[in-house]
Each structure stands twice: as C-alpha cells, then as structure tokens.
C-alpha cells in the first residue's frame, strides 16, 4: 500500500541521513571520509578485557579503543537514527493517519524502539565478530529471506514474478545485497578476477525457480500416496 511504501522511504531517508551526519560529525570533521586505526586481530576490538593488573587485585582500567572510530561510531549512527525517526516519523503518521488504523500508526516507532536497544547491544558485545562476519552474515540471510519470501509468495516460475511490481523489487533489493556481499568479501583487489564472480548475483533465484516444482508440497504428497 501507499501507507507502507511511504514508512519504508522514511525510514530509508532516515537512515541516510543519520548515516551522512554521522560521518560528518566523525574525524574529521566535516568529511564524509573517517580517519580510523588499523584492525589487525579480533582482540583489538575488546581491549576492555586486556585492562592490566600489576599486583593481580587491582585493575588499571587505562585501555582505549584500539580501532577508533570504527566501534564507538556505530553507536553514534544509532543515536542519530533514533533522533530522527522521532522528529520525522511522528510526521509521516499524522500524514497517513486516515489510511491506518488506531493500533497501526505508531507500530513502526514501537518497533524501532525496541530494535534499537538490541542493536545496540549487539554492537556492544559483538561488534568485533560482526566486523569479521558481516559479508557472509549478509550473503547468508539474503539468501534465506529471499527463499522464504518466494516460497511463501508461491513463486514457481519466471512468469509469477511479473504478476507484481512489488516481487521484483524484492528480488532487485536482495540481488544488490548478493552483490554487496560479494564484493564485500573479494573487497576487488584484483578486478579482472573479482568481477566475473558478480555474475553469480541472480544464481540463486534462478536455481529457486528451476527446482521450485520439484519440492512443491503438494506434488510429494501427490507422488507419495501413489507409492512413487
């Protein structure tokens, strides 16, 4: 719906702004480049757990982040976030208030504000595993959503795609979360053999919707009662 369409163009617009200003506000400032330390073992990230004890009682707590700004700027993008979905959402709502009901205008901010909080502390704690896994963190669940969302959409052919728009924009997002993946992972240090592996962008739709008919449920259970 309209309503929907416009919550997702918020949020993105909030998001990307929070991003921009984030970067601007970082070192330096008014750059959208950020000047940060090298990472060179998963230990830089939790230089907390490395605080020193020269008499083995008494913990010196004189540790700093090692690879500044890269984990306290995380924080800083989720600060801003949340500022501007409350400036702006409230907005939005009161917009499309007439094409919601009661219950439904304000679940996206509800949403936000309990997602949020666990972000957060999901950066806290495992900011240094998310840096190492997050292309594959990426690939993975791209590829998970988008099988669970065919299958539940009963995609089986090339042609139920075309029946609506909003399938393909489904597919093109999680193509560009392939691709980000990938190239993620390569990072193209060398173009000419990196390059090529972006042509395996669409090989997971098209392996879906080549297999799709013979995992159909009904078709097992059809094959199964007649003894195949």
Not at 50 to 73: F, G, K, M, R
Not at 199 to 210: K, N, T
């Amino acid at each position: 719906s309209s309503s929907a369409l416009l919550q997702h163009l918020t949020a993105l617009l909030e998001c990307s702004v929070a991003a921009v200003v984030t970067l601007l506000v970082s070192d330096p400032v008014g750059s959208l480049h950020i000047r940060s330390c090298r990472v060179k073992k998963l230990s830089d990230w939790y230089t907390m757990l490395y605080n020193p004890s020269p008499d083995y009682i008494t913990t010196v707590h004189c540790t700093h982040e090692a690879v500044y700004p890269l984990y306290t700027i995380v924080f800083i993008y989720y600060a801003f976030c949340l500022v501007l979905m409350m400036l702006l959402r409230p907005l939005l709502v009161k917009k499309i208030a007439c094409g919601l009901g009661r219950s439904d205008r304000f679940k996206s901010i509800y949403a936000a504000l309990y997602f949020f909080p666990i972000l957060t502390v999901l950066q806290a704690v495992g900011g240094g595993l998310l840096y190492y896994a997050f292309p594959y963190i990426i690939l993975v669940l791209s590829l998970v959503t988008l099988a669970v969302y065919m299958s539940a959409s009963e995609v089986e052919f090339f042609k139920d795609l075309l029946v609506r728009k909003k399938r393909l924009v489904v597919l093109f997002s999680h193509w560009l979360l392939h691709a980000y993946g990938i190239i993620s992972i390569s990072k193209l240090d060398k173009l000419e053999q990196d390059l090529p592996l972006l042509a395996l962008v669409p090989a997971p739709a098209l392996f879906y919707l080549m297999t799709a008919k013979y995992t159909e449920p009904s078709r097992i259970l059809s094959e199964g009662g007649n003894g195949h």
